[in-house]
């Protein structure tokens, strides 16, 4: 049997095979829609199609008159369609060739004729039975398969009067049924979450309410208010559910369209227990679109964000999600990774108006709008389905057929980083650890990466254990014997140093004086000037290790014994704009979340040396009214000197970031921290020393160069601003002038 399926899927890659070619070239079909996914850094990025619009299917083509605003649809088994036609308070059933079954406008209940009253949600049950949101008769019916009414399920509140309100009205809107057969209720204005109901029909409570998450503003309202206000502001409440479809395993999908949640939580899944278990692993949490697609042109977030209004669980954990603000359907799979999304706004054929429901019927996905009055039915390319097929294989245990397949979207789609996501995980199966991070890297996939590194890293320790023993055996050696190691070379070299700066001295000397004119005499003179400029140099860094430990007696000795100087600063200020790059182009991957093609070195070592400059300007600035004792010359030696740390610290931990995993990030972050508040530790005490301040007025001045310096930098950006309209006024004016006559 194993034998058999495998040769199957092996027939179903040959075809996939055999029609990349197809895949290639029609990639993009003619829809007025753009399909495509978001990388790492939030960016869109354009996809092939996945999704075609086929057909688009009104009422009067199924002879029974116009939807009228229809709110809810629903596919079961693949084989019939539902539609909860509200204007028209019915339902109406298609089959799978989107021929007319029936309607059902009514039903017999007790011998009477009873009719619907604005049906907003629906659901069918495997064994056929048809579940009803009959919203404003405020009640649940449930019919059979012919239409025959099988129970009413009545408002919770009777019976249960203490959980409502008493002037709770109740009218339920959406609604789904597990396979035990618990029924499970969205009403408009309830708060407290879903409402679960049991086989019988009775209310058993709420479950899975959204979290409120109010601003700053409402909670410092709440704090300071006198008690009538706090009242008032206490009925802020959750957002409402604003749909949900149960899965294959009891688990609730759920949306919320908007309000005072986390955004994160715009998607749920819920498990009996109410408490959301949804993966959330991808580069983003299922939240539709964001990042640069909801900035305006001058890159400032204006645009809203995505509002769901339905959602629909698929095969293999995948799950599609309707976004009503910009009719685009989202679809993940079961870890929160962004597959693919479609759709799109407008009066075309696949575009839509006010879209409100979705379902999907054998890879068919059909959604509803209540504008159109029209169900816009849309056909899976072949794209589609690698990206589906490939999920599949690999749920299935099928490794090596899933990366094959992920192959070929990989071929049809480069920019497609799932495609080597998913690569990566089939080599992580076949223990394939080096190959996987390779495809992890590619794909930017970063947990996965640091799995599948540790598991590497623990391989090559193995296999290289002695090897590894006898370095850090050579490695302790030498470091015990360091003391003994130094005294010798500096007994070496101190002689050839002395030598060199006698010879320089008498070379620079001669070449001052005019003595030795010829060109000779010039390149010593020159030569010997440069070596005591650099033994100058050397001489300054090296004073530079005594102060970060010994930091009142090292900024004494800058200022009163001229222990540093401006060379030696600036060499180290350069070392530490140096670092910053360094980290940001070579910090290990896991640790790494810069787009390396996106980084401007000049931008860099500007983001270091403006701050520090404004640092010493305005630090000068200040102390000189505050009786100060230090010069511009001290402050900018002293602040240098001062983050001496983050050279020696961050270079190695840049350089042991490539071998670690992402668990041991801490001690990568650990470091960085000591750094940085070692070096801010020395500036404070290097400002304090070399100005004779106390400590407190050491604090004042601190923070009034920290102002001083928010204050310069918000005056040169108005300047900026300002300068940028002159410029473009005077443009303007030339344009006008000279380009129109």
Not at 25 to 50: K, L
Not at 681 to 689: D, I, S, V, Y
Request: hydrophobic share 45%; aromatic share 14%; net charge neutral.
């Amino acid at each position: 049997m194993q034998r058999t399926r495998q040769i199957l899927y092996l027939i179903i890659i040959l075809i996939f095979k055999l029609t990349s070619l197809v895949v290639a070239s029609h990639s993009t079909f003619s829809v007025p829609y753009h399909s495509y996914t978001y990388d790492f850094w939030s960016e869109p990025v354009e996809a092939p199609q996945v999704y075609q619009s086929s057909r688009v299917i009104y009422g009067d083509h199924l002879g029974i008159g116009n939807f009228r605003k229809p709110q809810d649809l629903f596919a079961w088994k693949d084989s019939l369609v539902y539609i909860a036609d509200t204007g028209n308070n019915r339902i109406v059933v298609m089959d799978r060739e989107w021929n007319l079954i029936r309607v059902i406008s009514s039903f017999e209940n007790n011998g009477i004729k009873d009719t619907f009253n604005q049906p907003h949600g629906i659901h069918v049950t495997e064994e056929g039975l048809l579940y009803i949101a009959d919203r404003d008769n405020s009640r649940i019916v449930v019919l059979n398969e012919t239409g025959e009414l099988v129970r009413i399920i009545g408002s919770p509140v009777s019976g249960n009067e203490e959980l409502f309100n008493p002037n709770f009205k109740y009218f339920p809107t959406k609604i789904s049924v597990d396979n035990v057969g618990r029924t499970y209720v969205i009403a408009d204005k309830v708060y407290e979450g879903i409402m679960e109901f049991d086989l019988a029909g009775n209310f058993r409570g709420f479950i899975g309410a959204p979290r409120v998450n109010p601003n700053l503003i409402d909670y410092i309202w709440r704090r300071f208010s006198p008690k009538a206000r706090q009242e008032r502001l206490s009925l802020i409440l959750p957002t409402e559910y604003s749909n949900l479809h149960v899965d294959e395993r009891g688990f609730i999908y759920t949306t919320v369209a908007s309000g005072q949640i986390r955004r994160e939580e715009a998607v749920r899944r819920l498990n009996p227990a109410g408490a959301d278990v949804l993966k959330r692993e991808g580069f983003a949490s299922p939240i539709g679109d964001y990042g640069s697609s909801l900035r305006d042109a001058k890159g400032e977030y204006v645009l809203p964000g995505s509002s769901f209004v339905d959602i629909w669980s698929r095969e293999n954990g995948i799950y599609s999600v309707l976004d009503k603000e910009r009719g685009r359907i989202f679809t993940y799979d079961n870890y929160g990774d962004l597959l693919y999304v479609f759709g799109g706004k407008g009066n075309n054929r696949g575009n839509f108006l006010s879209p409100v429901a979705l379902t999907v019927m054998d890879n068919y996905v059909l959604v509803l709008d209540d504008q159109l009055n029209n169900i816009t039915v849309f056909t899976p390319t072949i794209y589609q389905k690698l990206i589906h097929t490939a999920l599949a294989l690999y749920n299935q245990g099928l490794y090596q057929e899933s990366a094959q397949v992920w192959s070929q979207v990989k071929e049809t789609n480069a920019n497609y980083d799932l495609a080597y996501t998913g690569i990566g995980k089939a080599r992580m199966q076949e223990d394939n650890f080096l190959e996987a991070m390779i495809n992890f890297k590619l794909g930017q996939d970063r947990n996965n990466y640091s799995k599948a590194f540790e598991l590497y890293r623990k391989e090559v320790i193995e296999a290289n254990i002695y090897r590894y023993v006898a370095i850090v055996l050579l490695l302790y050696l030498l470091l015990s014997k360091r003391k003994k190691i130094y005294k010798k070379v500096g007994e070496r070299l101190a002689p050839l140093v002395q030598k060199g700066v006698v010879l320089s001295e008498h070379a620079a000397m001669r070449y001052i004086r005019g003595e030795d004119r010829t060109l000779a005499g010039y390149i010593k003179g020159k030569l010997g000037i440069l070596y005591l400029y650099l033994i100058k140099i050397v001489d300054g860094l090296a004073y530079a290790r005594y102060v970060i430990f010994h930091p009142f007696d090292g900024f004494w000795d800058l200022k009163h014994e001229k222990r540093g100087n401006i060379p030696a600063a600036t060499v180290l200020l350069f070392l530490v704009a140096s670092t910053y790059v360094i980290q940001k182009q070579y910090m290990g991957f896991i640790f790494n979340s810069n787009d390396l093609a996106k980084i401007n070195i000049l931008l860099e070592f500007c983001s270091v040396l403006i701050p520090f400059m404004l640092w010493v300007i305005v630090n000068w600035s200040l102390t000189t009214l505050m009786e100060g004792k230090g010069t511009f010359k001290d402050i900018y030696i002293a602040s240098a000197y001062a983050f001496t740390p983050i050279i020696l610290i961050n270079i190695p931990v840049t350089i042991v970031s490539n071998y670690l995993i992402a668990e041991e990030g801490v001690l990568v972050f650990s470091f960085i921290a000591i750094s940085l508040l070692w070096a801010l530790f020395l500036l404070f005490f290097g400002t304090m020393t070399i100005h004779q301040y106390d400590s407190g007025k050491n604090i004042l001045v601190s923070v009034l160069v920290i102002l001083g310096i928010a204050f310069t930098m918000f005056i040169g950006v108005l300047f900026f601003n300002l300068g940028e309209q002159v410029i473009r006024f005077v443009s303007e004016i030339y344009n006008e002038v000279f380009l129109r006559l």
